[in-house]
């Protein structure tokens, strides 16, 4: 029989019930046995892992040894656990394992992926580089069809020389390479549903950067949700947006210039649904890791909130009543009132001298609308009166009776004058502090991004200096809300219009 399009096979039905992969990957030096979890950490504990339908992974950070095989169970001897702790401290400095951290990913949902599953990746700090530079090879070279495990180093130094090179296009060899590589060996098409990072970095090692420049191409991404800290300093923790913003740093002053252009348009292929959105505090105030405050709460609880709402939208499961048990003893009131921290402060603040302030207001109707207004502040405002409550321990007088997780929609309160909650650098070391500021003042180099959306490596000392943000950003109330009622919390590097905003509610209280 001679084939023609007529008779040629329709492509195979998908006979299985589509499941959920969902692969988390956490920060530098992250792992279970840490005593302050990160987001990625707790998010992992409430998924549903006996349904089915849906498949967890989870994958330590930078700084662990993830390499499977008997030789790594191997008891090392009177000096194995020393040998394994500095070989972690090096991990951490030349990010010698990003190779094994991308390849283990990608060769699980090899082995697992069937036509119809949806895919889920959710990533803190270097854990989000791997995920997008994970989402990347398998935009670029495809996903290998099972059983050719063989082939994942051979995907993997394709797509990294792909990279390497600037993300050529037309005849250039190492383009044409993958998509010959796509073609023979991989699925035709692989989809993203969702991606959940919290304060994706651009680089990955402090001493030597393992950094893959182009990692914002995500158009095969259906959904992202972005959340990035506001006041992280260090020069080694620069954002990594997915919409290029372009800035030059001074070499006299802390200052950055904007070389943004207003009416410039992006080219680059990121997905039709992208939010990325502004949270108060550093780095891992944002994705988790310091220690809870004496009130057992954490500031990285409320973009936890968020990004676990958006998984919940768009399909991941989780364990029964996890999501609401989180809620009810996490609230985003006592996570908006918890410390922020600094790893460059050198000075260490005691967490004894923030108590809960004894005295507490309720807002009238009308301060309330102008507080929370209705959706004008930036994504999530209009969500505020979702479940917020207090589980503040107050006055004991019959005035303030029920007042204990009240909703807010009936009473609300708040520190009656702004309280201070710098808790500086946490429980972090006076040394590791210092190492800290060395690689701050050591012209040892970081990647500012062009318009065009590549990276280019500069070496300024960066002294602290703070990020530079896009005038156009979505900021989520908390930020509005901690400034208010947060006396020791005012981020300087805001653009303008929030500045005016800000001084405004303060004049308004």
């Known amino acids: 029989m001679t084939l023609t399009n007529e008779n040629l096979p329709n492509e195979a039905p998908v006979t299985t019930t589509p499941r959920n992969l969902i692969l988390c990957f ?4 992250n792992n279970f046995n840490k005593q302050s979890p990160t987001n990625i950490l707790k998010m992992y504990k409430m998924l549903e892992k006996d349904d089915e339908q849906q498949m967890c992974y989870y994958q330590p950070g930078i700084g662990n040894d993830i390499r499977t095989g008997f030789d790594n169970l191997v008891d090392g001897g009177l000096f194995g656990s020393q040998i394994e702790d500095v070989k972690s401290q090096i991990d951490e400095c030349v990010a010698y394992t990003v190779d094994y951290h991308v390849i283990e990913a990608y060769t699980y949902l090899m082995r697992y992926y069937k036509k119809g599953d949806k895919i889920y990746l959710f990533g803190f700090s270097r854990g989000s580089f791997i995920a997008r530079i994970l989402t990347g090879m398998i935009e670029k070279i495809g996903l290998l069809n099972p059983g050719l495990e063989v082939m994942v180093s ?25 998509g010959d590589f796509k073609r023979t060996f991989c699925r035709d098409k692989v989809e993203i549903e969702l991606m959940g ?3 994706s970095v651009n680089s990955c090692g402090i001493f030597r950067d393992r950094m893959f420049p182009f990692t914002s191409i995500t158009y095969h991404v259906n959904h992202i949700r972005h959340a990035v800290s506001i006041d992280e300093r260090r020069g080694k923790f620069k ?10 740093p ?26 990325e959105l502004w949270f108060p505090g550093d ?25 676990l709402s958006s998984a919940v939208e768009f399909g991941v499961k989780f364990k029964p009543f996890a999501i609401q048990e989180f809620l009810d003893k996490f609230t985003n009131l006592d996570s908006l009132l918890s410390c922020h921290h600094d790893c460059l402060s050198i000075i260490r603040n005691m967490p004894y001298n923030h108590p809960k302030p004894p005295k507490f207001r309720f807002l009238t109707e009308e301060q309330r609308f102008r507080l929370v207004g209705q959706g004008g502040w930036g994504w999530g405002c209009s969500r505020f009166d979702h479940n917020l409550v207090s589980s503040c321990t107050i006055n004991e007088s019959d005035e303030y009776n029920g007042l204990i997780d009240t909703p807010i929609q009936f009473t609300l309160s708040l520190p009656e004058e702004p309280i201070s909650l710098f808790d500086c650098r946490g429980d972090d070391s006076f040394l590791r502090s210092l190492g800290w500021w060395l690689v701050e003042i050591l012209p040892i180099g970081y990647f500012i991004e062009n318009k065009e959306g590549k990276w280019r490596r500069v070496f300024y000392p960066n002294l602290g200096r703070h990020r ?3 005038k156009k950003i979505n900021v989520h109330w908390s930020v509005l809300w901690r400034t208010r009622f947060v006396k020791d919390y005012y981020p300087s590097n805001l653009p303008d219009v929030y500045k005016s905003l ?4 303060k004049k308004e209280s």
């Open 26 to 29: 956490d920060g530098t030096a």
């Open 154 to 178: 051979t995907a993997w130094t394709i797509y990294k020389k792909w990279e390497q090179s600037g993300q050529p296009v037309g005849k250039a060899f190492t383009n044409t390479i993958a």
């Open 197 to 199: 990072l919290w304060d």
């Open 239 to 248: 954002q990594n947006l997915f919409v290029p913003h372009s800035y030059t």
């Open 250 to 275: 001074s070499f006299f002053n802390l200052s950055c210039k904007d070389n943004d252009d207003d009416d410039e348009v992006n080219l680059t292929p990121i997905s039709t649904d992208l939010l």
């Open 283 to 307: 780095h891992s105030d944002v994705g988790g890791g310091w220690p809870l405050d004496l009130n057992g709460h954490s500031m990285a609880n409320i973009p936890m909130n968020w990004i």
């Open 468 to 470: 530079s943000l896009p």
């Open 502 to 505: 800000i001084e405004l509610i």
